[in-house]
């Protein structure tokens, strides 16, 4: 089970030999009426065939004269013009009557009776007349060749005379999904089954790129049956994505099939995700083999395919809309390889210009994360990661303004905090929510980096019982912190229907027949299981399971939801989303937890007035387990 | 004929205006297949209906294994596995078989035999073994309301079990074109006709911003007809466009409809251009009147129609990409008006960051400055103009890095330069050539001030009768400049179709019974004809029409095509353009004009290879009236 070789070729040498296999390669073209030319690429320049105006005309509505006979008007010398003779009325864009050569403005003008204007003041030749060519000139060239027409362009045309425009056809894409594990997007899906969802992803982006794209049905893992669809693919089309045949497993055919039908370009990239691609020239044209794992199908299709369909199209691609970012962690990452680490971005308060970047789940296949993502950190492949202080380059996904207006609460999970997040939403402010969840204690490490606007946490000070406050005293020593309660909620047992193990307290869980699953470090859910274990005198050794982190309640749930553990401890909430019993073992308090001084941003501020709002605070309730009289509430702390 | 009433609100106010009155105007919801959902808005909130993997999944292609039976692996101690028992072959996404935990994957197993493994490395429980919900967990918020859809989301939604998804519908906007001289887009028109294309221009715009757009046909300037068509386009739309009929003319009859049919809420803003728009509210729907200038109609679409436009789809439109950038030259503006000014933007060699702004031709109709703009330059209300070195905001029409890439020439008109401008398009390299043509002085003088990177002039020095050497000398003292040639080419008299006039010489010029046109002050061209009329004598007083001036080549040809002038001096080349005849005067020396440092710069050493280019120099020659043998020879001035 020897792995197939991978070139790894830097980023950069993959790119230019693909550029320079398939520089002059062009869609077609085709001649469209201009009116159905925006977003369209021009094949041929476009020259101007009139000028417009292409007659001397009226700038203004009013009156046109011979300037002349306006040279002694003045106030105390009004001269008096007779219409049809020395004066005719003109409004804009109507063509200067030969032998005039002024207009006056409506708004200076008397009209004194049927038959004479008055004047009060004297006008030069040539005011208010458009020269000739004014807004187009004949023979200009008004578009260059490869410029994608925008709306105004359409203006310009359709005004210099042109109604039809030459731009290069959409260039036809087929993309063939193949894999026996994989079906189209259903509701339900039987175990083992995966969504097949890379090509509607890989479609949206390439028609956004401009590209005519059909997707052939899934094909299982037959390789004579992958090589029939490709066949019929490359010669129907202009370029074509195989999904998921681009790794070095078991069933991966594609690379013998671009082997045999024409010649592979290159097999592997130093880039994680995405390193598995593969490029080939069949048939004179670009066949592109993506991995499976959507992230790495996503960002290789922006890498290499978007350049493909641009160039098609003679165009370069635009560069993505790139800036330095800094880091306040440490993140690690391999020499030899470029990393692309999803992360959110947050101004800081004092240098709104330098954003900086929290990294987001890793993984290839988080989709979450993605959508989640504010921008994407580039790691050179020179750097074995970074470190706290350090700049890299970050490709954004959404505009800096929009960053910049964003709130981050970096903490612990809570169902209500989506619902918070919608609402904010719903209201059209002119800010979003955005949330990571990593756990209570993660939360508050990246408040104090500065990394997050709030934090999240539900922490039980052992000795105490109280929640929070003694963590905030540890971690923001000589600060002034605020506490905002978000709410009351019930922590429990996510328990099988039925409770078949029958489970009825923290000493039930010491059965070495019942596969527990634990929360990740950090986790206040975890401090909580800790406390309760140690109360009850029980080792963490004697819980079987102790060690299997989950790292939202939703999952902890899902995974006794499935039947991969007898029992978690979560939140009530989540028991009712995935349908598991619950057993009520504690209630524990859930504050959002900012810099005072943020108390007086307007986005806290009206933070706080949605969670003391009754409609929000019903709307949380319902969702199981919830006390809401508390939220909103204040407390602030000199620390 | 007085004028009417505007309001003449400042542009913030009207702006609030417009949104406290349709805050909470929405276009109705549809439920729409994922496939199809890129680009559109949700309506609703989207939680995931499950979590993905819903199972615990390979996430490499290997063997599942438990982590136990390989504790003791070593390179020294391999450990070997029986297949089927305990190691089972997965591939990436495949589920791990009940009772196993951990995957080894394909590169670190070693196939034995047909019935065993051997593995060389001891693995941990839950290496290589995906969560459940690693990638999306069921009831987690996916998508709030309101969001914009990208390719990426789609991939989410479909892994996360949803197919279908609650949109808002596109909303319908009805575009109702007036004006009695207003045509449809046609190649040929008669005089005092105007092409109707802002409707065109208008509705691009809003089929980008999300809009289902109708254009009714042309209704002329009659208010029944007007009332007619707009009381059915308010019932059959969202938003209804009435276009140039928000000016206060002899036929401006919108006001008065919209008067009667609902209530205005505004008629003027304190912007230029732009500022006789009008909004109103008809049967609890907006309303706008745009003016009939293009630039004036695109801008208020712009800033007023995109806000309504995303506000129904339950949207904040995306803030303008907006720049402070700097200016270099005094640049007047009215004082309680905000300004809008087309204008290039060039990057300064020692600041890569601060961009400065070089205005382009003003006047709200004149497109082919719109096509040429790479932002619009702001000036506020408060201001009287800019002064050199002050900063404004501007508005990126494209990205900042495309606008770095540029080459900007400021110079005189030669047709020789659009076809080296689309020379370097066709060739996608990474730069554009820009141009803006006011004339060989006012070239020099923006090169000096750091508005250009290429001057471009042909500047006869009437004592010496060399070209543009005296004039550098006296711009660019104690400076290292370059002289790179275009071209040398015929200058002469463009004449009506068989020189009715019988002109043979300047001095035929003097006849009192003949128009000329000339060029604007700072022209090469114009700088030739004085030294031609100083040569013979003549005074610029017996030349009728010698201060009506004309800024292009073309247009002064034009002029005399169209019949408005019996001559004017320029180029061969604009002759043949319009179709008028020419008889040829001198001939002349056009060079491009840079610091000597430049030359180093690589999109220079491009330009000058292409004017070195044969089929380039054939290109240029069968323009007519040009010699190329010297183009792209430098010469290099220390000054």
Known sequence: MAKRYLDKLPLQVALDQLHEEFKNFRAETEI????????????????????????????????????????????????????GVQAVAV??????????????????????????????????VWNH??????????????LTVGHKIRDFDLGALLEAGITEVEVYKKPVVTIIPTGDELVKPVKELQKGELVEFNSTMVKSALRKWGAEVKITDIIVDNKKLIKKEFKKAIKESQLVIILSGSSAGRKDFTRDILKSEGRILFHGVNIMPGKPILAAKVANKPVIALPGYPI?????????????????????????????????????????????????LIAKNDDQELLTAVPLKRGSSAMESM????????????????????????????????????????????LSLDLIRNEIAKRGLDFRLK??????????????????????AHLLDIESGEYNISY???????????????????????????????????????????????????????????????????????????????FTHIAAAAAVGRGSADAALGIRA??????????????????????????????????????????????????????????????????
Do not use: C
Not at 40 to 47: N, P, S
Not at 50 to 67: E, H, K, L, N
């Open 32 to 83: 469209i009426a201009v009116d159905e030319a925006a977003g369209r690429i021009t094949a041929q320049a476009v020259k101007a065939n009139r000028s417009a105006p292409d007659f001397y005309a009226s700038a203004m509505d009013g009156i046109a004269v011979r300037a002349k006979e306006t040279a002694d008007a003045s106030s105390r010398n009004p001269v008096l013009l007779k219409k």
């Open 91 to 124: 409004d804009t864009g109507n063509p200067i009557p030969e032998g005039f050569n002024a207009v006056i403005k409506i708004e200076e003008v008397n009209e004194v009776d049927e038959d004479y204007y008055k004047i009060e003041k004297s006008v030069a």
């Open 129 to 142: 007349v458009r020269s000739i060519g004014e807004s187009v000139v004949k023979g200009n060239l008004i």
């Open 296 to 344: 790495s199908a996503l960002l290789d299709n922006y890498l290499f395919v978007r350049e493909l369909v641009y160039l098609m199209q003679g165009q370069k691609a635009a560069e993505f809309d790139q800036q330095q970012v800094e880091v306040k962690r440490k993140i690690n990452s391999d020499i030899g390889l470029e990393e692309f680490l999803r992360v959110n």
């Open 371 to 414: 959508v989640k993502a504010d921008a994407i950190l580039r790691i050179s492949e020179n750097k074995e990661g970074l470190a706290p202080g350090d700049k890299a380059p970050a490709i954004l996904l959404k505009s800096k303004a929009e960053i910049k207006k964003d709130l981050l609460l970096i903490g612990s999970h809570d």
């Open 435 to 456: 949330l990571q969840t990593v756990g209570s204690m993660a939360g508050l490490t990246a408040l104090r980096r500065g990394e997050s606007h709030l934090a999240g």
């Open 472 to 550: 905030l005293k540890r971690f923001f020593k000589n600060k002034k912190m605020a506490l905002i309660n978000l709410v009351e909620r019930e922590q429990g047992f996510y328990l099988k229907k039925g409770n078949p193990k029958n489970i009825k307290s923290i000493a039930d869980l010491k059965n070495n027949d019942l596969n527990f699953v634990n929360r990740q470090r950090g986790a206040g859910t975890r401090v909580l299981l800790d406390y309760l274990l140690k109360k009850e005198g029980i080792d963490s050794s004697q819980i079987n399971g102790y060690n299997k982190e989950e």
């Open 574 to 639: 989540a028991a009712a989303v995935i349908g598991v019993d619950f057993l009520t073992v504690a209630e524990e308090r859930y504050d959002l937890i900012v810099e005072a001084a943020m108390l007086e941003d307007h986005r806290i501020k009206y933070l706080i007035k949605i969670l003391r709002d009754k409609k929000v605070r019903e709307e949380i309730k319902n969702l199981g387990g919830y006390r809401t009289t508390d939220s909103g509430s204040l407390k602030i702390l000199d620390l």
